[in-house]
């Protein structure tokens, strides 16, 4: 899971392959993987090591699971921009992934954390600057939405975008509590 996106999976690098929507995802996707990187440059090792409520997780497991799976979700975003179904992954699926990255990574340092973080979000935001208007409006079937069509660009503002602020914000309010 400690994957970067290859440079030749990350399409096309001309101007003319992006487009301002791609540009304006992934500067999104970069400021809240920075964020994530930074509020995480502040814990101690207590905090490092709190488990979060309902989840279970530690705080440290979690940064460095958006870390690692900036990969697996440009891939599955870049699998409907190609106009191919999502299938095979459902919640359960999901649940299965994280608790063995959980298990596989329970003692990640804050430094191996945040450079996979850094190293990851950037590759994914190279990833979707290379799309073009065509392949974020492109939808296609995923299996982890009951089979709706979906969006390309849905897929990456819920999963990819979204990631490091939802998380951010979980540890936040459990470190407050």
């Not at 399409?11 to 992006?18: E, I, K, M, P, R």
């Not at 900036?70 to 992934?97: D, K």
């Amino acid at each position: 899971m400690s994957t970067v996106v290859s440079p030749e999976r990350q399409g096309s690098t001309s101007a003319a392959a992006g487009s301002t929507r791609a540009l304006a995802l992934a500067t999104r996707l970069e400021q809240g993987a920075a964020a994530l990187a930074a509020y995480a440059g502040t814990l101690t090792a207590r905090q490092w090591g709190t488990r979060l409520p309902g989840d279970g997780r530690r705080v440290g497991v979690v940064v460095h699971h958006v870390a690692s799976v900036y990969p697996i979700e440009i891939e599955l975003a870049r699998t409907i921009a190609a106009g191919q179904p999502v299938t095979g992954v459902t919640g359960a699926a999901i649940n299965t992934m994280n608790a063995g990255h959980a298990e596989e990574h329970g003692d990640v340092t804050v430094a191996e954390a945040v450079d996979l973080l850094r190293r990851n979000s950037a590759a994914a935001a190279a990833a979707i600057r290379a799309l073009t208007n065509e392949e974020l409006d492109r939808a296609a079937t995923v299996s982890l939405y009951a089979d709706a069509p979906l969006t390309c660009q849905f897929v990456l503002e819920d999963h990819a975008v979204r990631h490091s602020y939802h998380h951010l914000a979980r540890i936040q309010a459990a470190l407050k509590s």
